[in-house]
Each structure stands twice: as structure tokens, then as C-alpha cells.
């Protein structure tokens, strides 16, 4: 498999940088032909100024605003709930109280006598970035690293033959609301910079070089063969000079930095393995895209473009505290769009929709603990906003853990705590870490079933109805200039509601604990409102038929049952799943997907639903409407956004093996243009890791390691397996039961012959 993404020229600008990471630290490698550049970043490096922003008490209001909700008086039901509830920033023009993520700086090389550019590449199997340049002195080759053991960040400049020179510098963007010092010394360069009412931090550049070094308006460098830099950064939040402590500068060499680097990257990227036999393109990556943009296929690419997402995620999250934002860990803009922050309603869920089948469970972590520094916050603002127990989560939001409504216009939803602990309960599905379910997952879960509690309506039925209640981010006729209508209801609500409820009993259950609750949580999940269908047959976006404003909206709530959940499938909830794929259909039909990460909810609703041509499709759309010429995602009109390069790794993994109604499917939606291929590694609920390969729309070979749960059922494989000790045939199906680490392969014999 093809690991580099390589170029013959140097970057045009930021979004063609090539990314690197360690989760603390990140930095986007461009430049230009006789430069180096390193645009630097820190996981921390939040504004600060709205660390400590409260709710105020509004509670005492949402029986108005339910009472104009069920007189049918949508426009003055959602112009009420956003006044109490909305938070201030948003369509109303004012500036919301989210901090934004910032730029530490630039750090520059330039060199002396340049004569042409080489090339420059990135390894994402080893996440480390090359590049060669020749001078009127000889080549030099450049190397970045952003080394997870030290949580620092690297880079080399070494002459292949002959010396360099050239000057070291840093510079941040010009900030009207920051107070910054630079100081030079012949051992380096150190930053600070102070925002006005907000954090502090620093950066530290030192150097080690056998060249001869003078300080003028940066380090100049003079007739060197090797020039070390290495970067470290810390905020205030800790505590600078104690950060700038806990992370010192190792003492070793650079090759066994560059190892230890290599090491630590390929120890998670190998917990995962996809090859497939395609044809591999002896062509610098930008021009592969710029063909596949043309109209051209290259199967190979995607294979790229899949480990690449891997990739992103490991340097966003392998030693970090806070989860991937929109942009993972690298910005350079000091008003970034959305603030580069964090939004519940898809995209920080999307970003970590692969950890666990993945194989990649250590990356969750962060996410995990920053939704928990939520939990003493949440549950205040559950009160103040809506009167209930338990936790509520914003729609929007940054790094300090405070759940305040701040996207006025969008901002009053509740389900962005139930979606959010589908994580919680995926790590427990996947790992089986009872003492995570006990004491981390299962807490939160009851928070949740808490909150529903008091927060659902009942009405005359005996139905218990979710007001207010919206389908993120879309609207329908009647509520006039609002982005978002307030309703009741909504579909993805309703499945929100139902999942949550389930993750709490199931959870219970196991733990074998609260018996009460348990029947209480069954009888309000029995009462739900019904999944409701129109009348043309399509799974309806609310609770009955209302004229979209947008038909083709980027957001697909309502088919949240289909994917990420497994609420609808052809198993347990067929008509529902049918009706989903109608509704998907309409929706592209309608001009759907156009957003990079909205293009990939769509292939991976497509995986789910077996449809391997629209995979297909949509993965190359991907590439040919929304990649850089380094692959980054991005969101119209050109705005870096990490979610559509994370979410289409999920979908691939869903193409290949997918869980839903008891059964692990295998290569429902497997791509026709990768015919020979196989999947090491791959991770499904109750812990079982599967090695799987194929040769035409065939399964060849299969070995089943059996995790917590004990037993797995494999659909329509009946006639693969032969029934043994822990084999049973069960109609199409097999079921495999063993104890941990039990190993089951197929029997040679039944390989198809023919892979046609």
C-alpha cells in the first residue's frame, strides 16, 4: 500500500500544508520554494475570555413557549424559544461568547543561495514530513515531526552534500486584541503573547546547529551542515512555566526522535490494516487529484484518502486532552470560521464515528474526557434552562466545558448530550470495560434518562412528546427568517430520545442495578412518539408532513436511525429503513451533500444500505468537489473542515463490515473497483476483531478472534464454516461462541473457486 503523499512543488498557500501532530501540539508544514514554514498550534490555545460564562435562570418560560408550540404557532414559538433559550451570538448579530481556537505562530527558515525545488512528502503510516531543496551550496533535505513521547515538535535541516545558510524566524498574525513579545537569542527564539481579558502562553524555539550563529532580526544561520529546532508551547491554563516543565526537551538523538515518532504513530496505525490490489500511480498526489477532479478514477487514491483520514485523527488525538475540533489541531486564522470550535449536532461525532471499529479505541479518550468536563456545568444548565434534572449539552462550543446555548438562531435543541453518549456507549460495545460502563458510561447515561424525565410532555394520548424539539440544522415553512424551526418532536429527536433510553437500560441491565429505573425508562421509550412516514413513503423529517424551506439541506437529522445509530434496519425496523433510503434519495435528488462532511454522512448512509455503487460515488466526490491538493476536507465556498476526511473513513469500514439487528454483515457495500483486498484488524460490538479478504464480490478467507462477549453471529455464512466445537449453523448464518482470544477461521475447502 501507498503510505506518502508527495509533491514536486512547494505549497500555493496553508490549505495545501502538510498536517502533523502529537494531540497536544500540531503543525501544518508549507511554505514556499526557498522557505520553510511551520504555522504552529496548541490544543489549549483558546481565547479564553468566556472561560467562565454562565446561564441565566429562564426556566419559568418554556411552558409559554410549549403553549405556542401546541397551538400550532411555530413562528412565535421558535421567536420566543431563542429569545429565552438561544443564547445572545447568532443571526442576531451579535458576537456569541464561544472562544475561538488561535494560531500560536509561524516559525520560518529561509535559505541562502536557492536554486530549485525538489520535493516534499509526507509519511502518515509514520508522521513524518521530508522535503529536498537544491542550493548554489548543495541539497538540503528537511525533516518535521511532531514526536508523541515528548509532546514536541521537531524539525531538521541537514546539507546532503556541502553547507547552508539561511535565517530562523517567528511571527504571529497582526491581533488588536493581543498584547505579544518576541525575543531572539543566539539559542533561540521565545514568544508571548497575551490576550486582552483572555490566556496567556509561549512559545519556546530552540536550535542546535554546528553552523555559526548571529542574532539579527531572526537567527541567521551561517555554513551549516545540521540545524535542530525544537518547539514547545504552553498556556496559561496550566500554568506556562509549569508546562514548559512537564514537557522538556529530550536527550537523544535525532534518529531516535524520528523513531520514536515513527514508532508511536505505527503502533496505533497498525491495529488497522486495508490493502487492495489496484494499480498504483507513479504520479505526485496533486496531480492524481487534480485527474480524479477531471473525472478520471483511481481506486488506489481512495485507499490514500482512507488512511489519510486514519491518519488526521491519530496526530489530532494520540496525546492530546481535547478531542479533534472542526479543524482537528491546525489553524492559522485568528478569527477562524465558526471559531474552529466544537459542534454537537454532527461534526465533533463524526470525527470519532471510526475510533472504535477502527481499532483505534486510545484515540476516544479525549473525547470521552472533555464531554465528562462537561458533566458539574450541564447539569446546572439543565436546570436553569429547562427546569429538569440531569445534563444538557450546546449545540456549539469550545474548550472550557460550559453548556451555554451560544448560536442564537440554532442553539435551542436538547439532543446534544444523548447523541454525544453514543461514543460512551460505543467504547463500552467495543472494549467491554465494565468498569468504564460502571463508573464513566453508565452515570452519564442516567443523567440523560434523568433529563427526559422531566423534559417530556405528555399529551392526551399517553404519548410522551419532546418540546421543543428540532431536526438540526433545517427548517420548514412558517417560522419565516429563523435558520432553525422549533417544533415538536422531530424525528431525529424522537431516535435520540429512544437510543438514550436504550444505552440506560441495556447499561442497568448489565450492571445489573436499578431495577425501578429500568421499568420507568422501558415504559417512556414504549411511549415515544411513532416513527412517522409520508405519504409518498419517505421516513418524514418532523412529526407529520411540512414543506421543507430547503429541500436539499446539508443536514440528514432524520436519518441519524439509519447512521451513525442502528435504530432502522432491514432486520428490526424494515419499513423504516426503507422509507430512510427514499428520504436519502430525495434529499440528493434536491441537492444534498454539498458539503464535504455532508457528502460523507451520505456515503456512509450508503454503506449501511448496501449500496456500494453510491459508496462509491460519493468517495470520490469527496476527492473531486471538496479535497486540497493534500486531501484536506473542505466545507464551501474553501474552508478546511476535518470532519468529511474522519467521517469517510467511517464509511469505508461500513462498506466492508457492519453490526446492526444481531448480526456482523460482511462486504455489503464493498466497492467493485477495489476487486482483491483485505481488512486486518477490524473491530465490531462484544470486542471481536476480524481479519478479513476478498477476490471479486467474494469472501476468501476470514478469522474471527473472539472478544468479551463471548459468541458473534456472522450473516449468510453459513456455507464458510463447518460445525465444530463453537460453530453452529444457524439457517444462513453462523454462530461463533469461545472464550476470549478464540480463533475461528473458514475451512479451505468452501473458497469459492470462481470470484466471478
Not at 414559538?77 to 429565552?84: E, F, S
Not at 546547529?209 to 545540521?226: F, N, P
Request: with cysteine; hydrophobic share 35%; aromatic share 12%.
Amino acid at each position: 500500500m501507498n503510505y506518502i503523499l508527495w509533491y514536486t512543488k512547494p505549497a500555493q498557500s496553508w490549505l495545501e500544508g502538510l498536517p502533523i501532530g502529537n494531540g497536544r501540539l500540531a503543525a501544518m508544514v508549507h511554505g514556499g520554494e526557498s522557505y520553510d514554514q511551520l504555522s504552529l498550534n496548541h490544543e489549549w490555545l483558546w481565547r479564553g475570555v468566556n472561560k467562565e460564562r454562565e446561564n441565566t435562570q429562564v426556566a419559568e418560560h418554556l411552558h409559554e413557549i410549549r403553549a405556542l408550540l401546541q397551538q400550532d404557532k411555530f413562528y412565535e414559538g421558535t421567536q420566543l424559544a431563542n429569545h429565552y433559550l438561544g443564547g445572545a451570538g447568532g443571526v442576531s448579530g451579535k458576537k456569541n461568547r464561544v472562544d475561538s481556537y488561535q494560531p500560536a505562530g509561524d516559525l520560518y527558515f529561509e535559505f541562502k543561495q536557492f536554486k530549485s525545488y525538489i520535493r516534499r512528502q509526507l509519511d502518515i503510516k509514520g508522521g513524518v514530513v521530508e522535503g529536498e531543496r537544491e542550493l548554489e551550496t548543495g541539497k538540503v533535505a528537511s525533516t518535521f515531526i511532531a514526536d508523541p513521547q515528548s509532546s514536541l515538535i521537531f524539525g531538521r535541516w541537514h546539507a546532503v552534500e556541502g553547507t547552508f545558510s539561511g535565517v530562523l524566524s517567528f511571527s504571529r498574525v497582526a491581533d488588536e486584541e493581543a498584547i505579544t513579545q518576541c525575543d531572539v537569542t543566539e539559542n533561540g527564539i521565545t514568544f508571548k503573547c497575551s490576550f486582552n481579558s483572555g490566556i496567556d502562553y509561549q512559545v519556546e524555539v530552540s536550535i542546535q546547529t554546528d553552523g555559526k550563529v548571529e542574532v539579527l532580526k531572526g537567527l541567521s544561520i551561517i555554513e551549516a551542515t545540521e540545524l535542530i529546532v525544537s518547539v514547545n508551547i504552553a498556556t496559561s491554563v496550566k500554568g506556562i512555566e509549569k508546562e514548559l516543565k512537564q514537557y522538556p526537551k529530550p536527550n537523544t538523538s535525532w534518529n531516535e526522535l524520528v523513531n520514536s515518532t515513527r514508532q508511536s504513530f505505527e503502533k496505533v496505525f497498525e491495529c488497522l490494516t486495508l490493502e487492495v490490489e489496484t494499480e498504483a500511480r507513479n504520479l505526485p498526489t496533486d496531480e492524481r487529484i487534480r485527474r480524479v477532479k477531471e473525472g478520471e478514477e483511481d481506486p488506489d487514491l481512495i485507499a490514500l484518502y482512507f488512511n489519510y483520514g486514519r491518519y488526521l485523527l491519530i496526530a489530532s488525538s494520540i496525546r492530546g486532552e481535547l478531542p479533534a475540533n472542526l479543524q482537528g489541531k491546525w489553524n492559522d486564522q485568528i478569527n477562524p470560521p465558526w471559531d474552529s470550535d466544537y459542534h454537537f449536532d454532527i461534526n465533533l461525532q463524526m470525527n470519532y464515528w471510526m475510533v472504535e471499529k477502527g481499532n483505534m479505541s486510545e484515540c476516544a479518550e479525549a473525547l470521552l474526557k472533555y464531554v465528562e468536563r462537561f458533566i458539574p456545568h450541564a447539569k446546572k444548565a439543565a436546570r436553569q434552562l429547562y427546569g429538569c434534572r440531569g445534563i444538557y449539552l450546546p449545540l456549539q462550543t469550545d474548550a472550557w466545558g460550559r453548556a451555554t446555548p451560544e448560536a442564537y438562531g440554532w442553539a435551542v435543541w436538547i439532543g446534544a448530550a444523548p447523541w454525544i453518549a453514543q461514543h460512551f456507549w460505543w467504547h463500552y460495545l467495543y472494549t467491554g470495560d465494565q468498569t468504564f460502563l460502571k463508573t464513566r458510561a453508565y452515570p452519564i447515561f442516567k443523567e440523560i434518562a434523568s433529563f427526559y424525565e422531566d423534559y417530556l410532555v405528555e399529551d392526551e394520548k399517553g404519548i410522551y412528546q419532546i418540546m421543543p424539539s428540532q431536526s438540526p440544522e433545517n427548517r420548514f415553512e412558517g417560522t419565516k427568517e429563523w435558520p432553525v424551526s422549533i417544533g415538536i418532536s422531530s424525528a431525529m429527536d424522537v431516535q435520540l430520545a429512544y437510543d438514550a433510553l436504550r444505552y440506560a437500560i441495556e447499561s442497568a441491565e448489565v450492571l445489573e442495578v436499578d431495577e425501578v429505573l429500568v421499568k420507568k425508562w422501558k415504559s417512556i421509550q414504549q411511549h415515544l412518539p411513532p416513527f412517522a412516514l409520508g405519504e409518498d413513503g419517505r421516513l418524514l423529517e418532523w412529526e407529520k408532513e411540512r414543506r421543507e424551506v430547503e429541500p436539499g439541506h446539508r443536514h440528514l437529522s432524520h436519518l441519524y436511525g439509519v447512521f451513525p445509530s442502528d435504530l432502522f434496519n432491514p432486520i428490526d425496523r424494515p419499513e423504516q429503513f426503507e422509507a430512510a433510503k427514499k428520504s436519502l434519495e430525495y434529499r440528493l435528488e434536491q441537492g444534498g451533500g454539498h458539503t464535504g462532511w455532508s457528502r460523507a454522512w451520505v456515503a456512509c448512509l450508503a454503506a449501511r444500505m448496501g449500496e456500494a455503487d453510491q459508496l462509491w460515488d460519493h468517495m470520490n466526490g469527496l476527492i473531486r468537489d471538496f479535497a486540497t491538493s493534500t486531501l484536506l476536507d473542505l466545507h464551501p465556498p474553501k474552508i478546511f473542515q476535518i470532519d468529511g476526511n474522519l467521517g469517510a473513513v467511517a464509511a469505508i469500514l461500513e462498506g466492508i463490515v457492519q453490526t446492526w439487528g444481531g448480526k456482523t454483515h460482511l462486504l455489503r457495500a464493498l466497492p467493485k473497483a477495489w476487486p482483491k483486498g483485505k481488512l486486518l484488524g477490524v473491530k465490531v460490538p462484544g470486542g471481536h476483531v476480524l481479519d478479513l479478504e476478498w477476490d471479486g464480490k467474494q469472501l476468501v478467507n476470514l478469522q474471527v478472534t473472539i472478544g468479551y462477549s463471548g459468541q458473534i453471529i456472522l450473516a449468510d455464512l453459513a456455507e464458510f464454516f463447518e460445525e465444530q466445537e463453537g460453530v453452529r449453523v444457524q439457517g444462513k448464518d453462523i454462530l461463533l461462541k469461545g472464550e476470549k482470544g478464540t480463533t475461528f477461521k473458514m475451512i479451505k475447502e468452501l473458497y469459492p473457486r470462481n470470484s466471478n
